[in-house]
């Protein structure tokens, strides 16, 4: 009898991880398209490669900031997943936070009482965010800009994931929440074949919060960063007020990731249409015009300096003291580099 039990408890502490991993980057996509930014306005594909090609920086822009999807050049699925995907690391990790913590905690609310099933099943994880270098992708992303230049996410740039470990079992999970961009078709995996099958190097294990508080901190530096991370969190801060309101008249979201088939499916649809509606209101309401246009004459007048420190912080990965010196005057090294968002 125990251990039919302990497989029980196996199964549904497996059950809500699948369906952690599944919610979390359904939640990114429905928060990360209102707010797409680059003009598309070709996608070819190639061996083993998606070509993005990106037209004049201002074309097809809404209130300083907002672009379309281009839908009219997305023939196949997965295609607008890697789109909005491509070039993200830290983001997911660091907007969607309270989300991620609210699934992950592992502390039942009282109304787990009234279903006996649930009782012992031990859904306590531990929560980290690794760094990661890739290998064996199956379709890398590349961009060609306007003026020519050419940018691609492997295999320059490190790699974001969640690694999720069950106090209980110590069995250990990978969500990959931005796989799609390197040609990724699922989101979670058990944490020794996805190492074993794509990852060359663990390069950093943080706490959840470390991109939070990297991308938050970056989001204050005057020029691109300004734009590129202060746009994101402002509209986040209106997405979890929606959540709240929603958790507050429909249902408590560490419970629905424990219900039955057919009544996941629907709360599941409940959370994401939340956050659309969110992120609609928020930009209907929103205008970036002046912001943007602030940053760009920074940008221009101190030769992108604001942008390389985002390209430290945010391709690169840079540690939490390499952000501490964003604060010391005159250590900005003049490169040319092409790497806001308002620039391109």
Known sequence: MPIHSDICEELELERAIVRTAN?????????????????????????HELVLHQGNMESGKRKGSFADLPSHVIEKKGIAEAILCFLVGREPLAYLLDLIQYLTDGKMPAVVKEMPSLQKVDLAVRVEEVQVRLKNIPRNTTVIYANGVQQSAYPDNPHFVLR?????SKKTWAIDITGA??????????????????????????????????????????????????????AMGHVNLALKSWEETELDKRIFVLLHDKNFAV?????????????????????????????VEYEQRNLNAAS??????????????????LWWPGH?????????????
């Open 308 to 325: 390389f420190d985002a390209l430290q912080i945010h391709i690169f990965g840079a540690s939490k003291q390499k952000l501490l010196q």
């Open 23 to 47: 919610t979390i980057q359904k939640a990114y996509f429905a928060f990360r398209e209102p707010l797409f930014e680059k003009s598309i306005v070709k996608v070819e594909e190639r061996d």
């Open 164 to 168: 999720l470990t069950s106090m209980e």
């Open 332 to 344: 900005y090294e003049m490169q040319p580099v092409q790497t806001a968002r308002i620039l391109q």
């Open 267 to 295: 709360a599941q649809v409940g959370l994401i249409q939340t956050i659309k509606k969110a992120m609609c209101k928020f930009v209907d309401e929103s205008d970036y015009s002046k912001e943007v246009q602030e940053a």
């Open 181 to 234: 961009q390197f040609g990724f078709t699922q989101n979670l995996w058990l944490w020794e074949e996805y190492s074993n099958k794509h990852l060359e190097t663990v390069e950093e294990i943080n706490e959840l919060n470390t991109s939070w508080v990297l991308l938050k901190t970056l989001s204050s530096v005057q020029g691109a960063p300004s734009v590129d991370f202060g746009i994101p969190f402002a």
